[in-house]
């Protein structure tokens, strides 16, 4: 009995000491990435915008914590370089004339990002401001509107600019004669497709110093001379790599940028005052916690795949970066065994320990990881979404995507470091990294398409069957992805290939490709213009 009793103790003993030494395991952990998200979200890297010095910096601390961990980049390198398409600059030869006075670009006058590269002469009646070619219009119809904080100045623009294109004119100069406190500024990442004309905007100072000149004149001379260029900076996806010479190789990913000062349109901060952007759970949780993994997998060694990690850039853009990198290494499901994907992972709330999977109907061996104990996991089955995940999903990869879910400081300012549940996120790691030791053990997993969205929440009486690339601003709507068994698929669209008219709508971007799919109906025949490498294809389809 008295021995009974010994080994009893000591196997308490043993599962005393392995407890302790998990949770003194899991503190080092946590404290690795609250000191990693900690400088990733600070002031210093001012948001970490894609082409930014910032995100450079962020590059550079992730590239030496990999060298620090033993691991090499990817083929040789540990950056990736990708072209990032930043919009519209304005160029100097812009000019914006009210009779022989030149205005100040962007201090008096601006032209939209939405203008065509043109000259447009005229002479406007003073007063009535009409004339043949060239308008000029005011941006509100009353002191109300220019009050207004919600006014959408750049959609009303943008709508009236293109009434006034079909109705003749060869130019539209906006003003604002009410001093509207929420004056329009220049918008370069205008989602608004290129007009015919040029479109300029004049602010109230500008209107009160120069337009009474004419007041006892017949004519108003306006002429303008836009030139805009697409300003293209470079972003960084950074890698590193386990080569275990095997024939299939898994990828580990989260994005670590995030949206600088909040200029580009993605912000939910209502100020919009420029506050630094620091995305601490978006995405420096899941770019810490790609680093932990990294170091657990090295240090186990598992060696049934290779295992390469990938910081992407250029997410909240699009998902630029994992979609470049995808591309220029050619990865497929010839070479991929499957690919998870951390996004805000970092808010894991310790009483519900809800914890989102998604891509999880993208192959029959995700169901055996659905139910774990520690935690309530809501399951996802798509394969598209709105992360990195997505770009590996359209190669025919299966794909996972860890997710703790929104908070109120999603996309805003206050989107800190010292907000996260650190120990919450050790726990998603070990859950994550026990997929992967399990995965290690067992054949590549087979793949599924999943079923999705095809155009945004835009509800139409028919759809194409694609996904398109948001991204993409060279006129047309590029094809992303197809979807099996729909119009596009059957007419012979493949991804890559660029539509630009819909029976006898052409399609220039967005806003029009959604304009001339909701002209359609079920049962309708009609032919659909693609662009394919330097060729111009001409397909017939049906919708139904």
Do not use: C
């Not at 999977?357 to 709105?386: C, E, H, L």
């Amino acid at each position: 009995m008295r021995k009974a009793y010994i080994v009893l103790a000591l196997a308490g003993l043993l599962v005393h000491n392995e407890t302790n030494a998990q949770t003194r395991a899991d503190k080092r952990v946590a404290r690795q990435l609250k000191e990693d998200i900690t400088y990733l979200a600070s002031d210093e890297l001012e948001g970490r915008r894609v082409g930014s010095e910032g995100e450079r910096k962020a590059a550079a601390y992730i590239e030496k914590r990999y060298k620090e961990l033993g691991l090499s980049g990817y083929k040789g390198k540990y950056q990736h370089e990708f072209p990032y398409i930043d919009g519209r600059k304005i160029e100097d030869a812009t000019q914006i004339k009210l009779g022989n006075d030149l205005l100040r670009i962007t201090e008096e006058a601006f032209p939209f990002a939405f203008s065509a590269n043109k000259k447009a002469y005229g002479e406007v009646i003073p007063d009535v401001f009409e004339s043949g070619n060239i308008w000029m219009i005011s941006m509100y119809a009353d002191k109300e509107e220019a009050a207004d904080a919600h006014f959408e100045w750049e959609k009303k623009a943008y709508e009236r600019a293109r009434e006034a294109q079909k109705q003749g004119a060869t130019g539209v100069l906006f003003y604002d004669n009410f001093n509207s406190k929420y004056t329009p500024v220049y918008n370069s990442k205008s989602e608004y497709e290129t007009l015919e004309i040029p479109v300029g905007f004049l602010n109230f100072n500008a209107y009160q110093t120069y337009t009474p000149k004419f007041k006892d004149r017949n004519e108003l001379p306006v002429e303008m001379n836009v030139l805009l260029k697409r300003s293209e900076l470079t972003g960084h996806n950074i890698t590193a790599f386990i080569d275990n010479k095997a024939w299939h190789t898994v990828v580990l990913g989260a994005h670590y940028d995030h949206l600088g000062y909040g200029h580009d349109g993605n912000s939910l901060h209502a100020a919009k005052d420029g506050q630094v952007h620091n995305g601490a759970d978006d995405n420096a949780s899941g770019t810490a916690g790609l680093m932990q993994l990294a170091e657990w997998i090295k240090r186990n060694k598992l060696r049934n795949y290779n295992y390469l990690f990938i910081s992407f850039s250029g997410e909240e853009e699009g998902l630029i970066g994992s979609k470049a990198i995808v591309r220029d290494m050619g990865f497929d499901s010839t070479r991929i065994a499957y690919m998870i994907n951390m996004d805000m992972v970092g808010r894991l709330n310790d009483s519900t320990h809800a914890l989102t999977i998604g891509g999880v109907g993208t192959s029959p061996a995700w169901a055996q990881f659905t139910k774990p104990k520690n935690f309530k996991i809501s399951v996802d089955s798509s394969g598209a979404g709105p992360s990195d995940h997505t770009s590996f999903y359209r190669a025919g990869v299966p794909v996972l995507f860890v997710f703790t879910g929104l908070h109120t400081d999603y996309h805003k300012p206050s989107d800190d470091a010292e907000k996260l549940n650190y120990d919450g996120e050790t726990q998603v790691l070990r859950y994550v990294y026990n997929i992967v030791e399990q995965m290690d053990k067992q054949p590549k997993p087979k793949f599924k398409t999943t079923k999705e969205a095809t155009v945004g929440k835009v509800r139409f009486k028919v759809t194409l069957g694609i996904m398109p690339d948001y991204s993409f601003q060279e006129g047309g709507v590029k094809v992303d992805g197809v979807t099996d068994g729909k119009p596009a698929i059957k007419a012979g669209i493949k991804a890559g290939d660029i539509i630009t008219q819909l029976g006898s709508h052409k399609v220039n971007g967005m806003q029009t490709y959604m304009e001339a799919l909701g002209a359609f109906k079920e049962g309708d025949k009609t032919e659909v213009t693609i662009i394919r490498g330097e060729d111009e294809i001409k397909l017939p389809i049906e919708f139904k």
